[in-house]
């Protein structure tokens, strides 16, 4: 309630701004709407998917010069411009993104900065663009007969665009496709395991958030009515992403107090600090410099977080309201063959992890996969689950090889896993991290979440979560952020994930891995409780005192090659079994 309050307030004060405000700051005020429409799509893309760019201002270009070329040589309605400058836009952003979004680490932005500058001095070099000099006297939007052809006109214009993104970048987040997203950043192969396709989504972030500067760029040259190449060069798209930083890079609001800022205080210094200092100069951009590290520091995840802890209270929020269940798989008959693995091999370099392994897991029974520390289990539990690619073999489920398959499709066929690691993305609520489990069991995509079409089947799904949760114990803990639980009950998360999937296979990787005893009794009787009702089980697991009393049948792994198979107590007297975990017996 807070949140819409503080939002109709914002409203009302943008209404009121043109009509009240001097030119200069309503000329201001447009400024900051065209850099929050650049900053809300690098929110998405940089604060949020993890993909850092400095090259948004050649987006907001292609657009600007495209609407200016058109209107000034041709003739043609900004409107219809509009469309075909994001139509550019959008190509482009496909291109570059193909080849860009393949790099990682440093290599990604620093490819950003080379498109950066490589745009910018095509701008600067082609004849139809009016080379450095630019292109004047673009006609002004009309909108129903009413020409928008000054900054308080133009200014009612920017602000319902920016306000419309912003709404729909704040839907998008609060969705079953932003919660993929928000996975994107640190926990991309926890999201593939999930069924999330990375790449793609990646690919469509990047798009958004080009087509949100190319409708600032389309803005930008409607309002000033003349473009340029120097309003789109690295330093413009260095000053976005600041922005986006400043402001809060997680927070959609934080486009906008990032934007403000820059802009306002940017102007203000290059008044006083000539009075100042006596001669003019660029001091600015040094004071600029300074002030923003010093907040940094302060600030280390931006303003939007620090302002909200201060102004707005925790919400209370309820649980889930009951929904229509989501769609089930239909489970395989007991005793049916699920799992096969034939001489799956796995090695890196000179090193064989996974030596020639064979074995078979049976609808409606836990196998566990036990050897000691550096076994190969984990090796053998990603080759399974598509996270690596095997070198040798086969791995076949319900009859179908997929060991060539992406993890997103092997979890389309009904293999969900936990991790040996705990994959959870701590910043968000246990019930959003539930949620991401059951991925695959919506249909809604980005545009519906941005609309908020949505809403239906996010109630299903949140509520499909909550029931998870209840099931494995923690029905209390909804809200509380993930990364606050003890790791057994972050362990709990990761199997209530799991199971929001509908697995017709659930595969755990050392889930007792840090848990004491107590709790390693609680997560047993949860296991027993899933075998009895229905659920097939692949357990991994070094601990044997843990697992003896649990499975149905044991595979023993060693230097990664099957040492044992069999019951749990042929198991607890082989000798090689003995030796291989104790080191030997007299």
Not at 351 to 366: M, N, P, Y
Request: with cysteine; aromatic share 8%; glycine share 10%.
């Amino acid at each position: 309630m807070r949140e819409r309050t503080a939002l109709a307030l914002f409203v009302a004060l943008l209404a009121a701004a043109p009509l009240a405000l001097p030119e200069f700051y309503v000329t201001l005020l447009n400024y900051i709407g065209l850099a929050t429409l650049v900053s809300v799509g690098l929110v998405l893309l940089t604060g949020v998917a993890g993909v850092m760019s400095f090259g948004q201002q050649v987006f907001a270009g292609l657009a600007a010069y495209s609407t200016a070329v058109l209107t000034t040589r041709y003739g043609i309605s900004p409107w219809i411009t509009l469309a075909a400058g994001l139509a550019l836009t959008a190509a482009v952003a496909l291109f570059l993104g193909a080849i860009t979004l393949r790099l990682s680490g440093h290599f990604l932005p620093l490819s950003t900065i080379a498109w950066g500058i490589a745009v910018y001095f095509l701008f600067g070099n082609m004849e139809l663009l009016g080379k450095h000099t630019g292109i004047a006297d673009i006609p002004p939007i009309s909108l129903f007969g009413w020409r928008l052809d000054t900054g308080r006109e133009i200014c009612v214009l920017i602000w319902v665009l920016t306000l419309a993104a912003l709404v729909a970048a704040r839907n998008l987040l609060d969705s079953r496709a932003g919660r993929a997203i928000r996975a994107l950043r640190f926990r991309s192969v926890m999201a593939e395991s999930f069924g999330v396709n990375t790449a793609a989504l990646k690919n469509l972030v990047f798009l958004y958030a080009a087509l949100l500067a190319g409708l600032s760029g389309w803005l930008y040259a409607h309002f000033l009515r003349f473009v340029s190449p120097g309003a789109f060069n690295v330093n413009a798209g260095i000053d976005y992403l600041f922005m986006a930083v400043v402001g809060g890079a997680g927070q959609v609001w934080g486009a906008v107090i990032g934007a403000s800022l820059l802009t306002v205080l940017r102007e203000w210094l290059k008044d006083i600090l000539p009075k100042l200092v006596g001669f003019s100069g660029n001091y600015e951009i040094v004071v600029f410099g300074v002030l923003m590290i010093m907040l940094l520091h302060r600030t280390r995840d931006g303003l939007a977080p620090a302002l909200a802890r201060l102004a707005i209270a925790a919400k209370v929020r309820a649980s889930p309201s009951p929904a229509p269940s989501l769609e089930k798989r239909r489970q395989p008959q007991p005793g049916e063959t699920l799992l096969e693995a034939r001489a799956a091999r796995k090695q890196f370099g000179g090193l064989v992890a996974v030596r020639d392994l064979s074995f078979e897991t049976q609808s409606g029974e836990i196998l566990g996969l036990i050897g000691p520390n550096g076994a190969g289990k984990s090796t053998m539990f990603n080759l399974i689950t598509g996270v690596l690619g095997s070198d040798g073999g086969e791995i076949r489920f319900r009859g179908e090889r997929i060991d060539r398959f992406p993890p997103s499709e092997i979890a389309r066929r009904g293999i969900c896993r936990t991790f040996q690691h705990v994959n959870l993305i701590s910043a968000m609520s246990v019930i959003e991290n539930v949620a991401i489990g059951a991925h695959l069991r919506g249909r809604r995509g980005t545009l519906d979440a941005m609309l908020r079409s949505d809403r239906a089947e996010e109630a299903q799904l949140l509520y499909e979560a909550a029931l998870q949760l209840e099931r494995v114990g923690l029905a209390e803990h909804l809200h509380e952020t993930a990364g606050s639980l003890p790791l057994a009950q972050q362990r709990l998360v990761e199997i209530a994930r799991a199971l929001s999937a509908d697995p017709i296979l659930l595969l755990l990787d050392e889930p007792a891995a840090g848990l004491r005893y107590g709790e390693k009794k609680v997560l047993a009787e949860l296991l027993r409780r899933l075998r009895a009702e229905g659920m097939s089980i692949l357990l991994v697991e070094h601990d044997m005192e843990f697992v003896m009393g649990l499975v149905d049948r044991l595979v023993v792994m060693d230097f990664g090659e099957k040492l044992a198979q069999g019951l749990p107590r042929e198991i607890q007297a082989d000798p090689a079994v003995v030796e291989a975990y104790l080191g030997g017996i007299e």
